[in-house]
């Protein structure tokens, strides 16, 4: 069972809203709770708040956080992912947020840190007890077991980004496994050209309706057809899709995909690319399965929608659709492993020049940036 622990931070020094209700005000450490379970495999060594400041608005306080933890692992398994959930206030909008920090490498009694940068909202009449709290909602380990209440499907979310950093790494440390360091080091140039040239969509959601705001979105609205990548080893495959298109926005996205695999399925994501009228290609993010209790089983079909309208652009200017292309981008199955597209995959169908690199491709060509080609060697080796 979940109890709330406050380390380091004693009672005397949590501050109330009523504490910080001047114009603006300096967060002290003593302001912020961080809640762990008797049993969590972390411990808080510090915790420091920079900058972080309160300010009040009318009836509301605003809270810019920047804060900066360092956590110790206590277990005996590899941390190779942690997602915190930090809350202002439950029911406030913008009272809420989350940070997780997956391609971790802890070891059993190491530290490492995370810092926590985002603004909140919460009511000043609100008194008592800290402005912020902290929790862990989930430690994800080596082996890929899991620790914590999982209120924001961080299991699945870290699983998934574990997936994607094995494949990766084990695409690298092949690299240099059959073309040495001159090849690694060709490996890394390309990737960090790749990442250069990925085209930055801005995409904005309006849950309901047609955001109509500028000449381009009052194109006549027209049914376009998805286009699907099919990969060999998909366990669910594509069958039929549409989106209402007009100009820059795409509204009611539908999706029918079949379970083709042996095992049942309980979440899928497919994968969304935008073509513009030049034939420029865009990722415009991806289509989940809305339904929590998902369970498609072998040879069954499901569909995959949102009834929210989706508006493109790049640099403010808008990107008008003219082709839209889906792929399986990511399966959960029942018994909660995760399937995601191998390297090959990816190349096949040309898609690393629009997807945006995992983040544990975007940590190893940042340490090769910093560090160079020994280091980055040296880090492989890790693994």
């Not at 009523?18 to 762990?36: C, E, K, M, R, T």
């Not at 001159?182 to 990737?191: D, F, G, H, I, T």
């Not at 420029?280 to 929210?308: E, F, H, I, T």
């Not at 292309?325 to 959960?332: A, D, R």
Request: positive net charge; proline residues 7%.
């Amino acid at each position: 069972m979940w109890s709330n622990v406050k380390l380091l931070l004693p009672a005397t020094l949590l501050l109330s809203a009523a504490s910080v209700l001047a114009q603006d005000s300096a967060i002290p450490p003593g302001a912020v709770n961080i809640n762990l379970p008797p049993n969590c495999p972390l411990s808080l060594t510090s915790l420091t708040m920079a900058d972080s400041r309160a300010t009040a608005r009318g009836a509301a306080l605003a809270l810019d956080l920047h804060m900066s933890a360092t956590l110790r692992n206590n277990g005996a398994n590899r941390v190779h992912g942690v997602t915190l959930r930090v809350v202002a206030q439950e029911v406030t909008l913008g009272g809420k947020g989350s940070v997780t920090y997956p391609s971790l490498n802890v070891g059993p009694g190491e530290t490492f840190q995370v810092r926590i940068d985002m603004q909140l909202m919460r009511p000043s009449q609100v008194s008592g007890g800290p402005l912020v709290q902290v929790d862990v909602d989930g430690v994800l380990f080596q082996d890929l077991s899991f620790f914590g209440p999982d209120r924001l499907n961080s299991r699945r979310i870290m699983t998934a980004c574990e997936m994607e950093a094995q494949r990766d790494r084990e695409h690298f440390k092949r690299v240099l496994a059959q073309g040495g360091k001159p090849a690694l080091q060709r490996e890394m140039l390309s990737s960090l050209a790749r990442q250069s040239e990925v085209s930055q969509l801005a995409v904005t959601v309006k849950r309901t309706g047609r955001a109509v705001t500028t000449a381009a979105t009052t194109a006549p609205e027209r049914s376009e057809n998805f286009a699907f990548l099919q990969f060999p080893d998909s366990p669910v495959k594509p069958l039929s899709g549409t989106a209402q298109i007009a100009g820059s926005e795409a509204h009611a996205p539908l999706i029918e995909v079949r379970n083709q695999g042996s095992k049942a399925v309980k979440y899928v994501e497919m994968g969304w690319i935008v073509s513009d009228p030049s034939g420029k290609q865009y990722m415009a993010g991806s289509l989940p399965s809305a339904d929590s209790d998902l369970v498609l089983p072998p040879g069954q079909n499901a569909r995959l929608q949102q009834q929210s309208t989706l508006n493109f652009s790049v640099k403010g200017q808008p990107v008008n659709v003219q082709k839209m292309v889906g792929f399986v981008s990511q399966v959960e199955f029942a018994d909660g492993k995760i399937w995601v597209p191998n390297r090959q995959n990816l190349e096949n169908a040309m898609l690393l020049k629009v997807l945006p690199p995992s983040a544990e491709e975007q940590r190893l060509t940042d340490l090769y940036r910093r560090r160079g080609l020994e280091a980055l060697a040296a880090e492989l080796g890790k693994f």
